[in-house]
């Protein structure tokens, strides 16, 4: 069975990979993957707390 | 038992001088600085120009501040052996001793006072220690008064200082070092006015007039 | 007149912007530029004459907050800037093809433009682990950008994270993120600090260089001097506010009401360097200081760290705790060091009695 992946999905805010298996022209299964990480839970720690809303934000 | 002393010109003008504009200097950019800082007088009316008020006191003070600086770097190569650069730093044995004497008498090791004609060598190091606080006063107050102004003035004066350190940790520093140098004026004032009392050799009129009265056996 | 096909004016005129509107833009680009008096018309000669320059518009570890700020363009528009001032022919965020067709766009343009396309750069690039954390088309993020910034007449680094690795770069920064500066070596690289920039410097950027054919004079930090020479507290509005010692002390206060200064509140407006308050922003609606919140140096080096806390004008003293304000350990450090003295003299007192009373 073919699988597809169509990396980056454009028109949206982000990136996003999408991976299908393809039989018979139908989607048999897919997967959605992330392709990109900062890590800003890690980066809000042990920082004052009102500066919190600035750094969620940038999500 | 009475000991034969004599009156000695200890203290020259130069270091005397340095010394009281210092102490209003000091007073005039702790208060200024700490408005800046956090600013804590209300605004009474329409017309008040407060912080910019007090910006032009501190700045005018830290002038006046860089100009003691300088003058007294340069006595401390022009002026007598009392003012000289060497009384600062522990270069010699006898220097190095007299640290260890003072230091103990001070923390009730050693009966000993430590009698000194100049400086103590506990006092060089602390004056010393002083001295390289007011410099770093002195290059991050006019980073931060300066920053970007463009100009080789300003450059000289505290400009270089903003490529090795950010912004905001020169002011960070710029405003703990002023409580580092209360910190040393205190115990400052505190020995000398004990330690006139112990030496007997009028310590604390001297710093107005200049003279000591001395035995001539004192380690300096 | 533009008589040569496919100028940019030409482009322009074709789509209904009218001469006027032309002449709008001319002199709007000609005052964020600073430029002397006769300004306008050098650009709108320039424009009347050149060919579209191809951009292509790179993400990495980004929130497309940039390309938020490029969707607010006006005087043109963004529609105008996409398909008639600019030929953007590869912008993840807003162009038609995915996949592999998008890929192939910026694959044309790197191939056939060789050394004359431009390239916006948003969004931080990750080297810890390979560069695996933001990878496009499954290429490392590191790879794509060596690739297009090598081979590109200019790289523009938009925002934070382009220029110094902006919030994933932030303390602890667990992907080892960096900004282009210092993940590709040895390009034509212009900076427009901010979080994110302001759309009219990346226009005036980009006007600059169709009007004179360089990109405008930078800084020591490779931002223009244009936007980022002068200091937002030397053009903030409420700088009479401030020397006169009217500060906000709580939100909502009279003074807030009031619109008084906000240094109180953590502005840091003193130590940044943008032109908010002249652009502002939105089609200069407003800027956070208008709006009453103060600046947080969003356009100065690694701001999340060094400008935070945002509410307070210092930071605190590391290691004692949250309270810890430079004021209080100062405070703290006299107010110990007059005690210890105070127990001093008390010791000597205490000394001297003994030593009478042993009958020395």
């Known amino acids: 069975m073919p699988k597809i992946a169509i990396d980056p999905i454009t028109r949206i805010e982000g990136h996003l990979r999408i991976e299908a298996q393809v039989d018979g022209g139908q989607v048999k299964d897919a997967w959605a993957s992330s392709t990109m990480f900062r890590g800003i839970e890690i980066i809000l720690k042990n920082r004052d707390p009102r500066d919190a809303w600035a750094f969620a934000q940038r999500i | 038992m009475t000991t034969e002393r004599k009156r000695t010109y200890i203290w020259e003008f130069p270091v005397r001088l340095t010394h009281w504009v210092n102490f209003f200097v000091i007073i005039f950019l702790s208060v200024t600085g700490l408005y800046i800082g956090g600013p804590f007088i209300h605004p009474t009316s329409d017309q008040s120009f407060t912080m910019g008020w007090m910006r032009f006191i501190h700045l005018v003070a830290g002038y006046t501040l860089l100009m003691m600086v300088i003058i007294r770097v340069y006595w401390a190569f022009a002026g007598n052996k009392y003012a000289n650069w060497r009384v600062f730093l522990p270069l010699t044995g006898r220097q190095r001793h007299d640290l260890g004497d003072a230091t103990k008498y001070y923390l009730f090791v050693s009966k000993k006072p430590p009698y000194a004609a100049g400086h103590t060598m506990c006092a060089g190091i602390a004056y010393f220690a002083l001295f390289l606080l007011f410099l770093f006063q002195i290059f991050s107050g006019f980073a931060l008064f300066s920053y970007n102004s463009p100009g080789l003035v300003h450059e000289i004066l505290g400009g270089w200082l903003t490529s090795l350190m950010n912004i905001q940790a020169i002011r960070f520093w710029h405003h703990l070092v002023m409580y580092f140098i209360w910190v040393i004026a205190l115990v400052h004032v505190y020995l000398a006015v004990w330690l006139d009392s112990v030496e007997g050799n009028g310590l604390m009129g001297s710093i107005f007039g200049g003279y000591k009265f001395i035995t001539g056996k004192e380690w300096e | ?360």
């Open chain 3, 1 to 360: 007149m533009g008589e040569a096909s496919g100028s940019i004016y030409d482009s322009l005129r074709k789509k209904g912007v009218s001469r006027r509107d032309f002449m709008k833009f001319c002199s709007l680009m000609a005052a964020t530029l600073a430029l002397p008096v006769g300004g306008a018309a050098k650009i709108a000669e320039a424009l009347e004459k050149a060919q579209k320059p191809t951009l292509v518009w790179l993400e990495f570890q980004d929130c497309a907050g940039n390309t938020e700020s490029f969707l607010r363009a006006s005087d043109p528009t963004v529609a105008q800037i996409v398909l008639d001032l600019l030929s953007v022919n590869y912008h993840e965020t807003i162009m038609a093809p995915a996949g592999k067709q998008a890929e192939k766009s910026l694959a044309d343009t790197v191939k056939n433009q060789k050394g004359k396309y431009l390239v916006v750069v948003e969004g931080a690039i990750p080297l810890k682990d390979g560069g695996v954390y933001c990878t496009v088309g499954g290429r490392a993020a590191i790879d794509i950008a060596r690739e297009v910034c090598g081979n590109a007449l200019a790289t523009i680094a938009m925002g934070a994270c382009a220029w110094d690795g902006g919030i994933p770069a932030a303390a602890p920064n667990p992907t080892g993120a960096v900004g282009v500066k210092d993940a590709v070596k040895g390009i034509t690289l212009i900076n427009l600090p901010g979080c994110p920039a302001n759309v009219v410097n990346l226009t005036g950027t980009v006007v600059h260089y169709l009007t004179f054919g360089s990109l405008p004079l930078t800084d020591s930090m490779g931002r223009p001097l244009f936007a980022y020479g002068r200091r937002i507290h030397d053009d903030c509005e409420r700088r009479a506010h401030y020397d006169a010692g009217r500060y906000v002390r709580e939100w909502g206060d009279e003074g807030h009401r009031k619109g008084w200064c906000l240094y109180q509140m953590g502005c840091k407006g003193p130590e940044t360097f943008k032109n908010c308050p002249a652009q502002r922003w939105n089609q200069g609606t407003s800027w956070p200081v208008e709006a009453g919140h103060g600046c947080i140096g969003c356009a100065s080096p690694h701001f999340w760290d060094t400008m935070t806390p945002f509410y307070k004008r210092l930071e605190n003293v590391p290691g004692f705790g949250v309270e810890a304000t430079a004021d209080k350990f100062g405070a703290g450090l006299a107010a110990a060091t007059a005690a210890g003295l105070i127990v001093h003299r008390i010791a000597r007192a205490a000394k001297k009695k003994s030593s009478e009373e042993e009958g020395k």
